[in-house]
């Protein structure tokens, strides 16, 4: 019968419930008795001991809140009687020492990916069109509805078709047939057959930024987008200036030589207040694309080692589960990763307070400690700055489901970086270079974090959730990985993998991640389509380095 709680870390004082549990229910765990004085849904933690006020509560074998009233034995944890605390983290204490995991499968596996000139390889052959200033995203929107259509890039119309459909019954007097008439699933049309059969097509990155902000703000827009102009996912890029902004086409120009000072993909730069009119520009803009298009079009998938592949982790949308199924799981893919000498990318940095001293020890030098360390200081003291502070980085709906502070979700976030060893720490929006694992400073906001990783180089991206999120980035995949079954079940159009069965017992940690890696291999050379690819979710927000959680 399948265990009905669970307790990660020996030293911990919490147990995990994994069915709801009724008040008045005895539960036997590890030889010892349990009676529960209140109802504690499943995801939910309740206390083995009795609490006193300012007594501290344990999971994952750290540090994750502190009673701010009595707590039975036995008793739900909630945001009433306990309250966030974290221990606080110190200089680097001894060598990290890691035997990485057996990749002897792993060492000669290949996936079929888009060789660049400069040794990069991509999993996706994109073309970008992007503004350098929200004033030009009208612009970017007719050239986003001229190339797509007449390219066979668009997506299929299946609720424009829907519309048409209630227009002619409202036309024939039908109006009464609206109320029940269910929506149609197919297109209007037959889709375009594609010009250009070997690009997986053109993306537009609309944003609100470049003008009117800092000029750090600027700046971090100009390196972001450098960076997915010079992403191994991207063959070419247009790009539209007004002229006056802050983000200025010089400075996107010296972030991409900082990046690649041999950079040779095609670049189409256009600025129009020295071009004349829209149509003059615009026009020019369609006619340079078209035949960056033909020069991108000449380049074919080829097998590549697994460690051209930079993989980013992400969680969104977190329940009480993530920390044990999915997120673990996936950083067990992050060892294999780095030890087959690819990258993996661990960011949202609110979602690792309290596991900060975990990850320092893990790094291979003082200097790549220090600045995570200062990094952390920094974004914590912006965030205090404005009467925030990381404890407000849970959502209402990580609460709902059991993640009841921030140290008690940064456990388990943080589990998705495995185990290996801290090559390299990023700041916002510098590229990942270093194999092994990277930690990069973002905020914790699904789009931010994501929109950052692929910025520094993420060429597929696993991101797991436990009550559901449709995020995903316009140049690459994101693999959606459910914590449990029910979303699973319940969300099916948007979850890639299932990782539930860890929870059911009837999978390991270990094959769970090794199943994944076969799966982002899949992702990678093309053979796989994420459901976020299918449905053409292409999310970008830049981060601007106010304080964002």
Not at 3 to 30: H, P, T, W, Y
Not at 34 to 63: C, Q, R, W
Not at 230 to 258: D, F, P, W, Y
Request: proline share 4%.
């Amino acid at each position: 019968m399948q265990a009905r709680v669970l307790k990660i870390d020996s030293g911990d004082n919490a147990l995990i419930a994994l069915a709801d549990l009724n008040q008045g229910q005895q539960i036997e765990f590890e030889g010892k008795t349990y009676t529960l004085v209140s109802n504690i849904p499943a995801k939910h933690k309740f206390a083995t001991e009795n609490l006193a006020v300012g007594d501290e509560v344990i999971m994952y074998g750290v540090l994750v809140g502190a009673a701010v009233k009595p707590i039975q034995r036995g008793e739900r944890l909630t945001t009433s009687n306990l309250q966030h605390r974290a221990t606080p983290f110190h200089e680097q204490s001894g060598e990290y020492r890691w035997v990485g995991p057996d990749i002897s499968k792993w060492k000669q596996r290949t996936f079929l990916g888009y060789h660049r000139s400069d040794g990069q390889v991509g999993t996706r052959n994109y073309w970008i069109v992007v503004p350098l200033v929200f004033c030009e995203n009208r612009n970017i929107g007719v050239l986003k509805q001229a190339l797509e259509e007449e390219l066979g890039f668009a997506a299929p119309q299946v609720y424009r078709r829907q519309v048409a459909d209630f227009a002619r019954l409202y036309r024939e007097g039908r109006t009464e047939e609206i109320k029940t008439q269910a929506g149609k699933t197919n297109g209007s049309d037959p889709a375009r057959a594609r010009v250009f059969e070997n690009i997986d097509g053109i993306k537009f990155l609309l944003h609100e930024g470049g003008c009117g902000g800092t000029r750090e703000d600027a700046n971090n827009l100009c390196g972001l987008i450098a960076g997915y102009i010079n992403h191994s996912n991207v063959a070419g890029a247009t790009v539209l200036s007004l002229g006056c902004q802050s983000a200025q086409i010089g400075i996107l120009r010296q972030e991409i030589r900082k990046r690649n000072p041999a950079f040779d993909k095609p670049l189409i730069v256009l600025e129009q207040q020295q071009s004349g009119s829209e149509f003059t520009m615009l026009s020019e803009a369609i006619r340079k694309t078209f035949l960056g298009l033909v020069e991108a079009n000449q380049t074919k998938r080829a097998p590549a080692a697994l460690s051209h592949l930079c993989v980013g982790l992400k969680c969104g949308g977190s329940d009480g589960f993530s920390g044990i199924s999915a997120n673990p799981a996936i950083g067990h893919t992050a060892d294999l990763v780095a030890t087959v000498g690819g990258r993996v990318i661990l960011s949202e940095f609110p979602e690792l307070c309290g596991v900060e001293q975990d990850l320092i020890n893990r790094s291979t030098g003082k200097e790549i400690s220090d600045r995570f360390a200062q990094l952390m200081r920094d974004y914590q003291a912006r965030a205090k700055a404005v009467g925030s502070g990381f404890e407000m980085n849970p959502s209402p709906g990580n609460i709902r489901d059991g993640l009841i502070t921030d140290a008690m979700k940064s456990a388990g976030a943080a589990k998705k970086g495995g185990k290996s060893p801290v090559t390299a720490v990023l700041d916002y929006p510098e590229p990942s270079t270093v194999p092994g694992l990277n930690l990069q400073c973002t905020p914790g906001n699904d789009v931010e974090c994501v929109t950052a990783q692929v910025g520094a180089g993420a060429n597929v991206v696993l991101f797991t959730t436990g009550l559901g999120t449709p995020t995903g980035n316009p140049i690459t995949p994101v693999v959606k990985l459910s914590t449990n079954s029910t979303l699973a079940q319940r969300m099916e159009d948007i979850i890639d993998v299932d990782t539930s069965g860890i929870v059911a017992g009837e999978t390991t940690i270990e094959q769970m991640g090794e199943t994944i890696l076969e799966y982002v291999i899949k992702v990678a050379s093309g053979e796989v389509r994420t459901k976020a690819e299918l449905k053409g979710q292409a999310d970008f927000i830049p981060w601007k380095r106010g304080v964002s959680l």
